[in-house]
T-cell receptor, first 112, second 114 residues
Framework: NAGVMQNPRHLVRRRGQEARLRCSPM?????VYWYRQLPEEGLKFMVY????????ESGMPKERFSAEFPKEGPSILRIQQVVRGDSAAYFCASSPGGEKQYFGPGTRLTVT | GDSVTQMEGPVTLSEEAFLTINCTYTATGYPSLFWYVQYPGEGLQLLLK???ADDKGSNKGFEATYRKETTSFHLEKGSVQVSDSAVYFCALTESMDSNYQLIWGAGTKLIIKP
């Protein structure tokens, strides 16, 4: 059973461009969480999704950020018009339900 | 709101030394407590967990006991190795919260010297 997959592993974007981060959960998992880790800090919850539904987006900035988890395909975290402060590691975790979460290797976004 | 506080790093030890990384929490309900480890350039791996008071989580020689009276979940290992060098995160999730989002400490970087 493959683990949680995230791609790309590294992403460089210029200010004002769009960043699109993908997360493929483990087989059979229908719950996805996105967390952001700013440099030298712990992780912060961004959004929790189940298939086709956003359950809790209380940790996500109101502007420029959006997330989806379609019926088919990976979960996508989209950041429009990136700024330098968006530079961070973005981690996805999947779950079959309940408290156990399995993390992907993360996407390191650098905004130049 | 709920929060997790960890001792600041980096913590630098010699091989075979005893390790303690302090973690305290505040929570309104009855949280489950976790330690995750992040090796250089990698993602997060669950190291151990405890779901109720007085539970002891253990894995790979690491231990942590859920202490409700002191709201603590300190990580310990009797004899560290160079391969234990990593960043360690304490985290909690509220069992009453059906969303199970994790709330994280800032992380403690551990450096083990041969």
């Amino acid at each position: 059973n493959a683990g949680v997959m995230q791609n790309p592993r590294h992403l460089v974007r210029r200010r004002g461009q769009e960043a699109r981060l993908r997360c493929s959960p483990m087989k059979g998992h229908s719950h996805v969480y996105w967390y952001r880790q700013l440099p030298e800090e712990g992780l912060k919850f961004m959004v929790y999704l189940q298939k086709e539904n956003i359950i809790d987006e209380s940790g996500m900035p109101k502007e420029r950020f959006s997330a989806e988890f379609p019926k088919e395909g990976p979960s996508i975290l989209r950041i429009q018009q990136v700024v330098r402060g968006d530079s961070a590691a973005y981690f996805c975790a999947s779950s079959p339900g309940g408290e156990k979460q399995y993390f992907g290797p993360g996407t390191r976004l650098t905004v130049t | 709101g709920d929060s997790v506080t960890q001792m600041e790093g980096p913590v630098t030890l010699s091989e075979e030394a005893f390790l303690t990384i302090n973690c305290t929490y505040t929570a309104t309900g009855y949280p489950s407590l976790f330690w995750y480890v992040q090796y250089p350039g990698e993602g997060l791996q669950l190291l151990l967990k405890a779901t109720k008071a007085d539970d002891k989580g253990s894995n790979k020689g690491f231990e942590a006991t859920y202490r409700k009276e002191t709201t603590s979940f300190h990580l310990e290992k009797g004899s560290v190795q160079v391969s234990d060098s990593a960043v360690y995160f304490c985290a909690l999730t509220e069992s009453m919260d059906s969303n199970y989002q994790l709330i994280w400490g800032a992380g403690t970087k551990l450096i083990i010297k041969p």
